[in-house]
C-alpha cells in the first residue's frame, strides 16, 4: 500500500495525546464534529470504526425534545461502538435548553452535553439560537450557566447505571462558538470569557463569522489566540477547513489547540482518524484502498437500514454515497448513477465492479 511521507513535528513529540474534557477521559484528540443531517448513530459508527476518539450527534432542538418528540430524542441514540460520545444541543431559552439537558441525562448515558452557539443557518439564528448566541454574550453567559446548574445539580438514575443510583460524575457541558457575527462584529473573545464565567468544560470553535456561513476562509489566527486567551484553563478544539491529515497535523501545529473536529472531511472518508493519527505519531500515513472505502459506505448503509428502514436509508445514502465516490475513477458517472439509487441491491449494482 502506497505511503505519504511527511515531515515529524519539530519537538519529536506526537501532536496525537489524551484529553481530559471535565470528568471525561479521552484516549486521543481526534473527534468528529456535529454535522446537521449527517451524523447519525450509522455515521458516527463508521468514523469511530476508522479511528475517532470522540463523536458528537448532529444538532438536537431543545424545543422538540422538552415537547417530547419520539424522533428528536431519536437522534440522541448511541452506536454501539461508541464508548464515549456528546449530544449537542441548541435553543435560544435558558430555561429550555436547561430542561433538554436534564432529559439527555435522563433519557442517554452521553458522556458530555455540548451546546451549539455557532449554527449560521438562518432559521436557527432566528430563533434565538445558533450564531445568535455568540452574537449576545450577556444571553450566552445566562443560557450556560443554566445548563451547568442544571447538570450539576442532577441526581437522578442513568441509562447504563444501576436503577437509582445517583449521577457518579457531573457530565462536561461545552460549547462552540463561531469568531463573530460578520467581519464588524468579531465577539469570539466575549464569548469565551461568557462561557469562562459560566463554568463550560470546553470551547471550540469554527473560526468563521456567521455571515460567512461556509464560505471562505476559516481564521486559525483567531483559534491561535483563542488559545492563549484561555490559556490552560479548559481545553480549546478547533473546527474549520480541516479536509485532510496535513490539515489537521498543520492546525495543531499553529495554533496549540487541544483538539481537532473533523466535519466535511470526514464525508466518504471516515479513515481519516487512523491516517491523522499515523501521521502524528510516525510522520507518515497508509492510503486507504478505493474498496474499503466503499465497504465502509455499505456498513453505513446497513446500519442506516436497521435504524430507518431500506426506502429511507437508501435515500439518505445518496449524497454519502457521491462522497465515498470522491477521487475515484469514473466517479462522476458513478454519482449521476447513485443519485437514482432506491434500494440495497441498487448500490450493490453500482459497485459490483469495486467491491
Given at each position: 500500500m502506497e505511503e505519504q511521507l511527511q515531515s515529524i513535528p519539530p519537538s519529536g513529540v506526537s501532536l496525537?495525546?489524551?484529553?481530559?474534557?471535565?470528568?471525561?477521559?479521552?484516549?486521543?484528540?481526534?473527534?468528529?464534529?456535529?454535522?446537521?443531517?449527517?451524523?447519525?448513530?450509522?455515521?458516527?459508527?463508521?468514523?469511530?470504526?476508522?479511528?475517532?476518539?470522540?463523536?458528537?450527534t448532529e444538532m438536537v432542538s431543545a424545543e422538540a425534545l422538552t415537547r417530547g418528540s419520539e424522533k428528536?430524542?431519536?437522534?440522541?441514540?448511541?452506536?454501539?461502538?461508541?464508548?464515549?460520545?456528546?449530544?449537542q444541543l441548541f435553543g435560544g431559552k435558558p430555561e429550555t435548553v436547561a430542561?433538554?439537558?436534564?432529559?439527555?441525562?435522563?433519557k442517554t448515558d452521553a458522556g458530555c452535553i455540548d451546546i451549539n452557539a455557532?449554527?449560521?443557518v438562518p432559521k436557527i439564528v432566528k430563533t434565538g439560537a445558533g450564531s445568535s448566541l455568540t452574537r449576545d454574550p450577556d444571553r450566552l453567559y445566562e443560557l450556560l450557566k443554566s445548563v451547568v446548574n442544571a447538570v450539576g445539580n442532577y441526581n437522578g438514575s442513568r441509562p447504563g447505571f444501576p436503577d437509582g443510583m445517583e449521577t457518579p460524575r457531573r457530565v462536561p457541558v461545552t460549547v462552540k462558538i463561531r469568531s463573530g457575527w460578520d467581519a464588524e462584529h468579531i465577539t469570539w473573545k466575549e464569548?469565551?470569557?461568557?462561557?469562562l464565567e459560566a463554568g463550560i468544560d470546553a470551547i471550540t470553535i469554527h473560526a468563521r463569522t456567521r455571515a460567512q456561513?461556509?464560505?471562505?476562509?476559516?481564521?486559525?489566527?483567531?483559534?491561535?489566540?483563542?488559545?492563549?486567551?484561555?490559556?490552560?484553563?479548559i481545553p480549546v478544539f478547533g473546527s474549520g477547513d480541516v479536509f485532510s491529515p496535513e490539515d489537521a497535523q498543520a492546525m495543531l501545529q499553529q495554533t496549540g489547540c487541544s483538539a481537532v473536529m473533523f466535519a466535511r472531511g470526514?464525508?466518504?472518508?471516515?479513515?481519516?482518524?487512523?491516517?491523522?493519527?499515523?501521521?502524528?505519531?510516525?510522520g507518515r500515513y497508509s492510503e486507504i484502498l478505493v474498496k474499503d472505502r466503499i465497504l465502509a459506505g455499505f456498513h453505513e448503509l446497513s446500519l442506516l437500514v436497521q435504524d430507518k428502514g431500506?426506502?429511507?436509508?437508501?435515500?439518505?445514502?445518496?449524497k454519502r454515497f457521491c462522497a465515498y465516490s470522491k477521487g475515484i475513477s469514473g466517479g462522476a458517472e458513478l454519482r449521476r448513477t447513485i443519485i437514482s439509487a432506491c434500494t440495497c441491491r441498487d448500490y450493490s449494482r453500482i459497485f459490483a465492479s469495486i467491491i
Open positions: 496525537y495525546h489524551p484529553v481530559r474534557l471535565g470528568s471525561l477521559s479521552l484516549p486521543g484528540n481526534l473527534f468528529l464534529a456535529p454535522v446537521a443531517g449527517y451524523s447519525d448513530r450509522s455515521f458516527r459508527s463508521v468514523c469511530v470504526e476508522g479511528g475517532a476518539d470522540f463523536t458528537y428528536t430524542a431519536g437522534l440522541m441514540s448511541r452506536a454501539s461502538n461508541e464508548k464515549a460520545y456528546a449530544v430542561a433538554a439537558a436534564r432529559i439527555v441525562l435522563e455557532g449554527c449560521p464569548a469565551a470569557q461568557a462561557a456561513g461556509y464560505e471562505g476562509k476559516s481564521d486559525w489566527d483567531i483559534l491561535k489566540q483563542l488559545v492563549q486567551f484561555i490559556a490552560g484553563r470526514a464525508m466518504g472518508h471516515p479513515f481519516i482518524f487512523k491516517q491523522t493519527k499515523e501521521l502524528l505519531e510516525s431500506e426506502d429511507i436509508a437508501c435515500r439518505e445514502m445518496r
